[in-house]
């Protein structure tokens, strides 16, 4: 079953908001700047995705956006290794 229009303006507009209301500034700035240069572009699979990945701690998210830290290989997923590439641009 496919999403409707309504309902996937409304999961994208959720995930904006969830996207630059991390907690942290910088997050804001990286996921949420990745995340409006390109929402309306992202697959529902991409959504899924990204969903996903902003559940996870904004401490390790934090470490992994700023190459502090390498992506553990069972969460690198193509559309983190996008964001770090972006520098949330």
Same mark, same amino acid.
């Given at each position: 079953? +496919?999403? +409707?229009?309504?309902?996937?303006?409304?999961? /994208? /507009?959720?995930? =904006?908001? @969830?996207? #630059?209301?991390? !907690? #942290?500034? %910088? =997050?804001?700035? =990286?996921? !949420?700047?990745?995340? +409006? +240069? /390109? *929402?309306?572009?992202? #697959? #529902?699979? %991409?959504?899924?995705?990204? &969903? @996903? *990945?902003? &559940?996870?701690? %904004?401490?390790?998210?934090? &470490?992994? =956006?700023?190459?502090?830290?390498?992506?553990?290989?069972?969460?690198?997923?193509? *559309?983190?290794?996008?964001?770090?590439?972006? !520098?949330?641009?």
């Amino acid at each position: 079953m +496919s999403d +409707s229009v309504p309902d996937l303006d409304q999961r /994208r /507009r959720r995930l =904006l908001f @969830r996207a #630059t209301h991390r !907690g #942290t500034h %910088e =997050l804001d700035l =990286l996921i !949420g700047g990745f995340v +409006s +240069s /390109r *929402l309306h572009a992202f #697959t #529902t699979d %991409e959504l899924t995705e990204i &969903e @996903r *990945l902003l &559940e996870l701690p %904004e401490p390790d998210l934090a &470490e992994w =956006l700023t190459r502090r830290q390498a992506v553990p290989p069972a969460l690198d997923h193509p *559309l983190l290794q996008a964001m770090i590439a972006a !520098g949330g641009k």
